[in-house]
Each structure stands twice: as C-alpha cells, then as structure tokens.
C-alpha cells in the first residue's frame, strides 16, 4: 500500500521560514511527478509547487522566488522550502504524487498539513 507523509508544518511569522518534507513509501515502480498543494478554508485547492521525474519544477506565481521545491531519489522524498512566508500562505498543505505502482498510474494525497503564517 502506498502512503505520503507530511511533515514540517507549524505556526510562523511574516517572514520567517518552513520547510516540508513528504516521504512515499511502498511498493512504488516509478515516480512521475510530485508536488505540493494548498487549500485555504473555503477555497479550492490550488498548485504550489511540482517537481517531475527528470527534476523540472513548476511553481505557482503567488510563490514564484519564495519557494523551493526539490527532491531526493533515492528517499522517494520531496521537500518544500518556503521562505518569505505571508499570512496569505496560511493553508492545509498536501503532498501529491502521481505513482506507477504495479504496472498502474494513479494519484495519492497525503494528509495534509497545516502552515499558519502570523502577521
């Protein structure tokens, strides 16, 4: 069974810092794309930040020259370092990751995390 696993949230300042780390384990063949998502109360979900399989990156612009995203292979590990941070950011934050798990592709969550940015 597959699982992502957030870790990193937390209350900060306007300007401070935060990074996230999401970890997929289990019986996973291949990595196509992983990322980060936010979902602010009463609003969608949106994009933060992806990171594909041959390292090219994709960013939201809200975050665009705030936010980092990068991965670590070999820990099937994605990280997302947020600096600058505003209250704007405050959010559930979600890994998500499209998998190729036994010959099939398929989008999992994680279980989100909350990121909490005091004025």
């Known amino acids: 069974q597959v699982q992502l696993v957030e870790s990193g949230g937390g209350l900060v300042q306007a300007g401070g810092s935060l990074r996230l780390s999401c970890a997929a384990s289990?019986?996973?063949?291949?990595?196509?794309?992983m990322g980060w998502y936010r979902q602010a109360p009463g609003k969608q979900r949106e994009m933060v930040a992806t990171i594909s399989s041959n390292g090219s990156t994709n960013y939201a612009d809200s975050v665009k020259g705030r936010f980092i995203i990068s991965k670590d292979n070999a820990k099937n590990t994605v990280y997302l370092q947020m600096n600058s941070l505003k209250p704007g950011d405050t959010s559930v934050h979600y890994c998500g990751a499209i998998l190729k798990t036994a010959g099939a592709v398929r989008t999992y969550w994680g279980q989100g995390t909350q990121v909490t940015v005091s004025a």
């Open positions: 289990g019986s996973i063949s291949s990595i196509v794309v």
